[in-house]
């Protein structure tokens, strides 16, 4: 009985981690492509995003 629990808790975590992690890397691009459609309808050119800005990044961590 406690090597069934053990496996399924086991179970049901992988499948949490995995969910996870396919949900983080979905959301990876949406930011990118956001950015560069504001940026071709506001002002008529394309741009390619390179690198998501880290919002701490210009005070250097602070509030």
């Known amino acids: 009985m406690v090597k069934k629990s053990l ?3 086991i179970c049901s975590m992988l499948i949490l981690v995995l969910m996870f992690l396919i949900t983080a890397c979905a ?4 930011f ?5 459609k504001y940026i071709k309808d506001k ?21």
Request: aromatic share 6%; hydrophobic share 25%.
């Open 7 to 9: 496996k399924l808790s």
């Open 27 to 30: 959301g990876a691009g949406k």
């Open 32 to 36: 990118e492509l956001k950015a560069q």
């Open 43 to 63: 002002y008529g050119f394309e741009v390619e995003v390179l690198e998501k800005p880290n919002i701490n990044e210009g005070n250097g961590g602070g509030n």
